[in-house]
């Protein structure tokens, strides 16, 4: 059982920044990569970036890539999504994720979510 809390989120204005963390805890988090979605209104959940369970390889979606960078550090069961130079278009609800696998792309890849933590970009 992993347990998935975020918090950071909030306002920004376009061009801005903000950093959200991701505390992880159970016996299994250091060993899950951690990913992050999104849901906007009105659309589907969307994946953002991803990082394996020892901090080799990440991934982001093509729009975020170059402006925001994912980071661990599983002596303190954290994870963080630093966002810069946000846009409009960034505005959603956004997810972190554990997952047992090494570099998930899609939702159900991912087995424990936390309860989202609100982004709001104004334009």
């Known amino acids: 059982q992993v347990q998935l809390v975020e918090s950071g989120g909030g306002y920004a204005q376009a061009g801005g920044s903000l950093t959200l963390s991701c505390a992880a805890s159970?016996?299994?988090?250091?060993?899950?990569?951690l990913g992050w979605f999104r849901q906007a209104p009105g659309k589907e959940r969307e994946f953002v970036a991803t990082i394996s369970w020892n901090s080799y390889a990440r991934y982001y979606e093509d729009s975020v890539r170059g402006r925001f960078i994912l980071s661990r550090d599983n002596t303190k069961n954290l994870v963080r999504l630093q966002m810069s130079n946000l846009k409009a278009e960034d505005t959603a609800v956004y997810y972190c994720a554990a997952s047992p696998g090494w570099l998930p792309l899609r939702a159900d890849e991912y087995t424990y979510w936390g309860q989202g933590t609100q982004v709001t970009v104004s334009s």
């Open positions: 159970g016996r299994t988090s250091s060993g899950s990569a």
